[in-house]
């Protein structure tokens, strides 16, 4: 067994009114950069809808993801190493930027010098960022927001679903059935990204599972783009190399919460670290499709097992991280009340952002069909009898297991109405509890972590530097006459190590310094990364 | 003149070639890239990408053949002229002709896309030109005097003095018969080289052969120290409320 520690998130999607609060700051802390304009390392899709980029659900078109070949064994589905070089001169599967969006700027200077006393209001027109010319717009990240853009019955899990399911959804839509649904790079534990690229430039960190893009070793070949089946992964066409979320892993390693978390209107987020192992990854992504959700379930390892907890300290995890490990809001949502579910599972990446399914339209649907949806009675019958929306839920997140969905959604209808008989008359609804099979305790606690968890509750986040203190002093217990200035060694830092916020020094930045090849036909320069400049 | 040109200006062209390279990989890591501009443009490129890189594989392996292979040694062997010709300029058309066809695709693609025009770096321009210019010289060479003209046994000079600047012995002599043609792609080709180090054609040597036998996912530690931990939100209230404790 390797054990390591995943940072994983989960959303609430119950709570998200599609506010794009997370999408705003992300672009503005990440891609407000030239060559990233269409680059949204945090979207907010409407669905059912076809998604950013477009069907980018439809791995028979896109080839991401990973699948089982003939003989049962875990292959791309883009292909083998030999067909990806064969491709490498132009790559079939690359979505082009009219599939995201072609991104506009405006003409701001017309309103503000506009002079006093117009007879029309002036108004600013939209140009391309990406040629300067007038346009006109007419796709944009979020575009199916509200029933815009009537695409929704293109959605590749609707086209997934029985014919008769399907049309049922259509008519729900029509009712304006739809949820939003928040999407970050999910930092997979089985990543087809990293498994796609051929310089070796994507990794997964060793200490909290972030995958990020090494800048400076990325040569632009473009195969992570098309392989990863969420498609997060993007092409800076201004630097010609690719660029994702990142976790903001420099806020992680500092013990605060991603961006997208922390100004989350909703408070929809949780973050926390998982145990899994990473020895059993390839078999638990190798498992038939109706046993996937269970086997990526039973990769996470707990922490409350004493014989985990040994395994950590013994690999050299602080005790902080453990007792984060077991105040993790992610492990609770995950694998103590088994609400979250992963997106896409049927990719075999092990996704390790996972969602909590919206209960609301399922609600919605039980009111229109002249039910009572506060009777969780009436709402389990319904669920059981309507399947609609819970086929839906199924095709996004267990690979089409609605009797798994809708248990999820049986467990969040039965906590709503035994809270209710709680506040209002002070019962203990008890066969609510037998149905769900859990405790009064678990489901106030469950109550709590949703509805009116705190800030420190909801992000348990331990810092990376007691990752580090521990390293030094396994290295120090190692080497016994090793001084402490040798290098790596605590007092090579100083004032320097604990005051520094960057990561590294300000000479090694080289995404932040202009590239003498990187200037356009225009003059302009590409990309400036390091948003701490000028304070180190 | 002709020692300036045949021997003082290879060895200068190499030597910006190495130190070039050298200077490049140690400072522009981030600039070292095939800079891919399929996202902006694919329908051209999906046809003159390939059609361009499997062509220059076939003329680079065919300068290798002609330039490296001395003619005694295909004799000794076995081959005799007339085969040699026959093969060499059959690939060398077929290779050329794919090259052209790559590359007019490659350069219309430039000008047609607004969205690739606006991302074209003058060093892509020069580049440009300098490919097209080696080209039209190479295959003028290879089709006008080989192919339909009187011929030329390149073997039996420019090679011969191509191989001696490697052995540190070239011969101006060997080229000052040569035809002008072969004399400018020659020249060309060493001027292309100097050219090399300062374009997006480092790409080359990055090409990703180690992918075939590498283990799919990556796994790597973090560089450096971590930063120090953020105070909690919670802590910061706690420090609100009792300043005295965070004054320094």
């Known amino acids: 067994m390797r054990i390591r520690a995943q940072v994983a998130m989960v959303m609430n999607l119950d709570k998200c009114i599609g506010c794009h609060t997370c999408s705003v700051t992300c672009k503005q802390t990440w891609t407000n950069r030239e060559g990233t304009e269409y680059v949204w390392f945090n979207n907010v899709e409407t669905k059912p809808g076809i998604g950013y980029p477009k069907h980018y659900e439809d791995q028979e078109r896109w080839k991401g993801g990973w699948k089982l070949d003939g003989k049962g064994r875990l292959v791309l589905r883009s292909g083998g190493r030999v067909k990806r070089l064969s491709r490498i001169f132009a790559n079939p599967d690359l979505p082009t930027i009219d599939d995201y969006y072609e991104p506009a700027t405006f003409d701001k200077d017309i309103l503000v010098n506009a002079p006093a006393g117009l007879t029309d209001t002036p108004v600013k027109k939209p140009y391309s960022a990406l040629t300067g010319e007038p346009m006109k717009i007419e796709w944009g990240a979020n575009w199916e927001d509200s029933l815009g853009g009537n695409t929704f019955a293109e959605d590749p899990n609707i086209a997934r679903m029985p014919a008769e399911a399907a049309a049922k959804v259509k008519f729900e839509f029509e009712k304006t059935f739809m949820f939003h649904l928040p999407r970050i790079c999910e930092h997979c534990l089985n990543p087809a990204c990293v498994s796609a690229c051929p310089s070796g430039a994507m990794y997964k960190r060793e200490e909290d599972g972030i995958v990020l893009v090494d800048q400076d070793r990325c040569r632009g070949w473009r195969m992570c783009v098309s392989a990863c089946p969420y498609k997060k992964v993007y092409v800076n066409h201004a630097t010609g190399k690719a660029e994702k979320c990142t976790l903001c892993f420099p806020r992680i390693e500092a013990g605060q919460p991603t961006i997208c978390s922390e100004t989350c209107v909703g408070r929809l987020r949780y973050l926390g670290i998982l145990w899994y192992d990473e020895d059993a990854v390839l078999a638990a992504a190798s498992v038939p499709e109706s046993e996937l959700l269970d086997a990526q379930r039973a990769v996470f390892l707990d922490p409350f097992d004493e014989s985990v907890q040994r395994a950590a300290r013994d690999a050299g995890h602080p005790d902080e991280w453990i007792e984060a490990a077991q105040a993790s809001p992610v492990w609770k949502l995950i694998s103590e009340y088994r609400i979250a579910l992963p997106l896409h599972p049927e990719y075999r990446t092990l996704p390790m952002v996972w969602y909590v399914p919206p209960l609301s339209p399922v609600l919605d649907a039980v009111g229109a069909a002249g039910r009572d949806d506060s009777d969780a009675d009436d709402v389990f019958h319904t669920i059981q009898d309507l399947r609609i929306p819970v086929e839906y839920l199924a095709s996004l997140f267990t690979a089409g297991d609605a009797e798994a969905a809708g248990g999820v959604l049986m467990k969040l209808a039965a906590m709503r109405s035994y809270m209710r008989a709680r506040t209002l008359d002070g019962t203990v609804a008890q066969e609510l509890l037998d149905g769900i099979g859990m405790t009064g305790a678990q489901v106030e606690a469950m109550y709590r972590l949703l509805a009116i968890a705190k800030y420190d509750e909801r992000y348990v986040i331990p810092a990376a530097h007691a990752k580090d203190a521990a390293a030094l002093e396994a290295q120090a217990a190692a080497q016994p006459d090793c001084s402490l200035d040798c290098e790596g060694g605590p007092g090579m830092g100083g004032e320097a190590a604990v005051e520094r916020f960057h990561l590294v020094d300000a000479e090694e930045v080289r995404p932040g310094r202009p590239g003498l090849f990187s200037r356009r036909g225009d003059g302009r320069r590409g990309l400036t990364i390091n948003p701490m400049r000028g304070r180190s | ?248």
């Open chain 2, 1 to 248: 003149m002709s020692t300036l040109l045949w021997i003082a200006l290879p060895y200068a062209c190499l030597a910006v070639f190495v130190a070039g390279h050298v200077w490049r990989w140690r400072h522009d890591q981030f600039g070292w890239t095939t800079h891919t501009s399929q996202l902006l443009e694919s329908r051209l490129l999906r046809l003159g990408s390939p059609l361009f890189h499997l062509g220059a594989f076939g003329v680079i392996g065919g300068h290798a053949m002609g330039l490296l292979i001395p003619a005694t040694l295909t004799e000794a062997i076995g081959i005799s002229e007339h085969t040699y010709h026959v093969v060499s300029v059959t690939g060398g058309t077929i290779t050329g002709v794919m090259l052209v066809a790559g590359l007019a695709l490659l350069i219309a693609r430039r000008f047609v896309s607004g969205r690739i025009r606006r991302v074209t770096t003058t060093m892509d321009k020069v580049l440009y030109a300098a490919l097209t210019a080696m080209v039209v010289l190479g295959m003028s060479g290879t089709v006008v005097i080989n192919l339909f003209g009187e011929g030329y046994d390149y073997r039996e000079t420019i090679a011969v003095w191509f191989r001696g600047v490697f052995w540190f012995q070239p011969d101006p002599a060997l080229m000052t018969g040569a035809p002008l043609v072969f004399q400018l792609h020659a020249l060309g080709g060493f001027l292309f080289l100097a050219l090399w180090p300062f374009t997006r054609l480092v790409h080359v040597w990055s090409a990703p052969l180690a992918y075939l036998w590498r283990p799919y996912v990556v796994y790597r530690g973090r560089r450096g120290p971590a930063p120090a931990a953020q105070p909690t939100p919670a802590a910061v209230r706690e420090a609100g409320l009792h300043p005295a404790s965070t004054r320094r």
